[in-house]
């Protein structure tokens, strides 16, 4: 059972260590690093197939808004979301270091669009804040892995723990780190649950 | 060294089980959107409420006064002409909107965001050092998030020692490195 257990942790530890060091070094740098702002690069007019108002469907606001973008230089990017708003519709489509800000006026032949870029550390930390909920394509096999990742966490932790309860020699210290980390964690929760100082 | 690296690398793990686990949870609420379960609570009282100083420094008075704790930005703080004040109270899963007049009557408006938003507002924490535990939580943030790191470099040494396994797992975590950089450029 060792060996198996063992082989999980580390097979599944080398097979997430790339994965796992980008959101470890983003994750950082969303804490500290103060974030990295992305300015514009373009603006331009392309020609779009023309939308309809509040009510025109959704799928025709997003691929009108898909294929300005396109024509304005982000090729493949997943729509995030779009919304009417002061008589127009506003969309982002975006790909991870670069995204395009839409506008479709209701009956126009042309969107306004504006191009922003990421610097390459802002780019990367973008990809912290792929997820499932707006992901396309591409996108989506990347949320995918974060799924797989979360879970592996999980694992790591669980097949850890029982590596150290496998090992013959003393193990006072590691069951106190590990008490009175689990007991911090969890009065940490249960502050925020009841609201008591 | 192996194995003051290897105790090390066990240690550290001990410490930080329970934010791995915590993490590993919260991604993947944050991936799918999980929310929680709102409620709001609409309460009362007078308390001695400061006429002078700046707005959040007497916000923060009024907050302290109340019993609530959290941070109060200075965006968020709006005069009333009779001298009162309107302020944000902000905790990880909780915000109060506090209306207190100039007699010191204030009313104030708890929301609970519910238990999916207490697990993923840990997630990562970290800068809101208004209490003692915010700022510990902080700490502990910083502490297992360099201990991923460690962990990352002594797990592929660790592996690297193991002669019979070497090749299968350095082959496995190359390939898996490979596939990430390849997604990541697909996408950027």
């Known amino acids: 059972m060792y060996p198996l257990i063992r082989d999980i942790h580390a097979y599944l530890g080398v097979a997430l260590a790339a994965l796992l060091a980008i959101y470890t070094w983003t994750g950082f740098e969303i804490v500290h690093g103060g974030g990295k702002r992305p300015r514009e690069i373009a603006r331009s ?3 779009v197939t023309p939308v309809g108002g509040a009510n025109d469907a959704i799928a025709r606001v997003e691929a009108a808004a898909r294929a300005a973008a396109e024509q304005a230089g982000l090729a ?18 975006e790909r991870v270091s670069q995204y395009a800000e839409v506008t479709l006026t209701p009956g126009s032949s042309s969107a306004e669009v504006r191009l922003w870029r990421y610097p390459a550390r802002g780019g990367v930390t973008q990809l912290h804040h792929v997820s499932l909920t707006d992901a396309r394509g591409a996108r989506f096999a990347w949320a995918i892995a974060i799924d797989v990742l979360s879970v592996a966490l999980i694992a790591f932790a669980l097949t850890g723990v029982l590596l150290f309860l496998a090992l013959k020699r003393e193990r006072r210290l590691g069951w106190a780190l590990l008490a009175a980390s689990t007991l911090y964690t969890l009065g940490s929760i249960a502050h925020l649950v009841t609201g008591a100082p | 060294m192996r194995r003051w690296l290897v105790d090390l690398h066990l240690y550290l793990g001990l410490i930080s089980l329970p934010y791995v686990v915590l993490f590993g949870v919260s991604s993947i609420l944050w991936n799918h959107d999980v929310r929680g379960t709102r409620t709001s609570e609409v309460w009362e009282r007078v308390v001695a409420a400061p006429h002078d100083g700046k707005p959040r420094d007497r916000a923060v008075a ?3 006064a ?14 009333a002409p009779d001298g009162g004040l309107r302020f944000r109270v902000i905790y990880p899963a909780r915000r109060a909107t506090v209306e207190v007049d100039a007699t010191g009557h204030a009313r ?41 790191a460690f962990f990352i470099v002594t797990g592929v040494w660790l592996a690297w020692l ?13 390939l898996a490195a490979v596939v990430t950089g390849a997604l990541a450029a697909w996408i950027w």
């Not at chain 1, 995030?80 to 708003?85: C, L, Q």
Request: hydrophobic share 45%.
């Open chain 2, 162 to 174: 193991r002669v019979n396994a070497r090749a299968p797992l350095l082959g496995t975590g190359a």
């Open chain 2, 108 to 148: 104030v408006n708890e929301t609970y965001y519910g238990f999916a938003e207490v697990i993923r507002a840990l997630h990562g924490f970290h800068g809101w050092d208004v209490s003692a535990w915010g700022y510990s939580w902080m700490l502990f943030t910083d502490l297992s998030v360099g201990a991923f």
């Open chain 2, 66 to 79: 109340l019993g609530l704790h959290g941070l109060v930005h200075e965006r968020d703080v709006r005069q």
């Open chain 1, 76 to 93: 493949g990017g997943a729509v995030v979301r779009a919304r009417f708003e002061k008589g127009a519709w506003r969309a982002r489509v």
């Open chain 1, 45 to 47: 007019e392309p020609s």
């Open chain 2, 62 to 64: 009024v907050r302290d």
